[in-house]
């Protein structure tokens, strides 16, 4: 059971708008950035947004983040069938000493 | 360009010693925290602890009893011992730079398979 809440998948076809969402607390996502990473397996994990809504360098602009209270949003916008993926937010809790949590991840399918 | 890459057994037998080594290329370790991060199968991904170059060191206290991060600065690579492993400690594991609350992990290795079995 992951501390961060996410969907386990979404889908949407191409050149159509997603948003895949993460439900936190007032431990983590309440007092803390919100990172989002993009996950293809057998790869290393991409940062995709870092501080709740900056792009990481690189990064096209279709992607974007935002946080309101203890959730938090990734929208990828002019879906891509490159952008099928694994998506992953994190923060850290300061809870237990203080530690990252992550959510469980959204598989994304571009149909 | 940063790269990171780990390397160390696939294979640990049940209540040993789990050791991972990642390398670095392209940054100094003095300049940076330097973490592991691990993925079960089929499951999300889970912080294990992070380092600092003056080896400052700061762990999930879910694993904390059985972890230790090191670091050696002459070679540019930090290592992870995992003690008394069982199943459950079968994963994907992952360096990444940074762990600090207001940069995340903005750089990943490719992730070494451990599996832990008799």
Redesign the interface.
């Known amino acids: 059971q992951?501390v961060l809440t996410q969907p386990p998948s979404a889908s949407e076809t191409p050149g159509q708008r997603v948003t895949i969402s993460c439900s936190g607390s007032s431990s983590n996502i309440g007092t803390?950035?919100v990172?989002w990473?993009q996950h293809l397996p057998?790869?290393?994990?991409?940062?995709l947004i870092?501080?709740n809504n900056q792009r990481?360098s690189g990064v096209p602009d279709r992607f974007s983040g935002s946080k309101s209270d203890t959730s938090a949003s990734l929208v990828i916008t002019g879906l891509r069938s490159e952008d099928e993926a694994d998506y992953?937010c994190?923060?850290?809790d300061d809870s237990?000493?203080?530690?990252?949590?992550?959510?469980?991840?959204t598989k994304l399918t571009v149909l | 360009q940063v790269q990171l890459q780990e390397s160390g057994p696939g294979l640990a037998k049940p209540s040993e010693t789990l050791s991972l080594t990642c390398i670095v290329s392209g940054d100094s370790l003095s300049r940076n925290y330097w973490s592991w991060i691990r993925q079960p199968p089929g499951k999300g991904l889970e912080w294990i602890g992070f380092i600092f170059f003056s080896g400052n060191t700061n762990y999930n206290p879910s694993l904390k009893s059985r972890v230790t991060i090191s670091i050696d600065t002459s070679k540019n690579q930090f290592s992870l011992k995992m003690s008394s492993v069982t199943a459950a400690d079968t994963a994907v594991y992952y360096c990444a730079r940074g762990g600090t609350r207001g940069r995340g992990f903005d750089s990943w290795g490719q992730g070494t398979v451990v599996t832990v079995s008799s």
Request: cysteine-free; overall charge positive.
């Open positions: 992951s803390n950035y990172y990473y057998g790869t290393a994990p991409k940062l870092h501080r990481s992953y994190a923060t850290w237990l000493s203080g530690r990252w949590v992550f959510g469980g991840g």
